[in-house]
């Protein structure tokens, strides 16, 4: 299995369309991946360090935070009010 094979929220195309780089409103994205998870699928969420910008994923599956801990600065980020994005495998 790849490093994921479908991302819940959509990147804009006529952006930079790496798919790490979107994040979307916490309540948008987290009850799509809700329903992922309830039909088996593996969710691992995703949010931007509000600090520096690094991009990180959760370690453990089919949680939802709503507080991140970046693993370059250290620093805490407001999932809930920054947003996020969830990688299905
Ligand atoms: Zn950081």
Not at 32 to 42: H, M, N, T
Not at 52 to 65: A, D, T
Request: with cysteine; charged share 25%.
């Amino acid at each position: 299995m790849g490093a994921y094979s479908y991302i819940i929220g959509r990147t804009d195309s006529s952006k930079n369309s790496f798919p790490f780089e979107g994040n979307y409103p916490y309540w948008e994205v987290a009850d799509r991946a809700r329903r992922f998870a309830d039909v088996g699928c593996k969710i691992f969420q995703k949010f931007t360090c509000a600090d520096c910008g690094e991009h990180m994923v959760m370690e453990v599956p089919n949680v939802l935070y709503k507080t991140g801990q970046c693993d370059i600065c250290g620093n805490y980020t407001d999932i809930e009010d920054a947003g996020c994005n969830f990688i299905i495998e």
